[in-house]
Each structure stands twice: as C-alpha cells, then as structure tokens.
C-alpha cells in the first residue's frame, strides 16, 4: 500500500469515527461542511478538466441533500421544514444544470445556499430543545 492510500484510509477511518460519535446535530453539521467540500472539489475539477471526478463530487453531493431533505419531520418541521425541502430541491436540480454544463458559477451558487444553511444550524445550540 502506498502512502496515498494510507492517507486515504487513515481520512475514511476519522470520518467514520467522527459520524459514530455524532449527535444528531453534529452529524447534519457534518453533512452540510461535506456537501461545502464537494462543491469546492467539484469546481476545482471543471477547472482542470477532470469530468470524471466533477461527476463523481456532484452525485455524492445530490446525496447528502436528497438524505438532508429525506430527514425532514414536516409533521414538526412545519413551513421551516417545507421551505428547506424546496431549497434542497432547487439545490439538486441546479446541480445537475451545473454537470451537464461544467458550470461553476452554479455550483458556487448552490455552495452560497448551503452556507446559510450551515451557518444557521451552526447557531443553533443542540442543548436547548
């Protein structure tokens, strides 16, 4: 094993420690910074041309939102939870314009709606109910 793949293991092996030892708030906060991370690697392909990995980013990407908006309780959630479905879809549609057309300015566009996502559940203290 070379020293790429030790290091890709040792970065699998943290993510999956932090996600056992997650609340349910860490771990849509973990969601989020991760949907963030996708986006900036998925750019960072378009610029150098790497298709495939764009691809790859943006599909992973449409997954944490699809298991974002399927974690919403509309039930308790009410227009707060109806209104992040909408955005969550808004997102995933926008992203597969931005795949089709090696669009970067949409995926910051989409990166720019999950920030304020994130930085309002970051507000949020998860020990006050």
Avoid at 7 to 17: D, F, L
Avoid at 18 to 46: Q, T
């Amino acid at each position: 094993m070379n020293a790429h793949a030790y290091a890709q293991q040792y970065r699998q092996t943290a993510v999956s420690s932090a996600v056992l030892d997650a609340s349910p708030h860490k771990l849509v906060a973990l969601m989020l910074a991760g949907i963030r991370e996708r986006l900036k690697l998925a750019s960072a392909c378009i610029a150098r041309e790497d298709f495939a990995r764009k691809g790859k980013a943006i599909g992973e990407t449409n997954l944490l939102l699809g298991e974002l908006n399927g974690s919403l309780d509309h039930s308790a959630g009410g227009d707060i939870a109806d209104g992040l479905s909408a955005l969550y879809d808004y997102a995933q549609q926008r992203l597969t314009e931005a795949n089709l057309n090696n669009d970067a300015t949409i995926l910051d566009e989409v990166d720019s709606l999950v920030a304020d996502i994130e930085s309002a559940w970051l507000a949020i203290d998860p020990d006050k109910r």
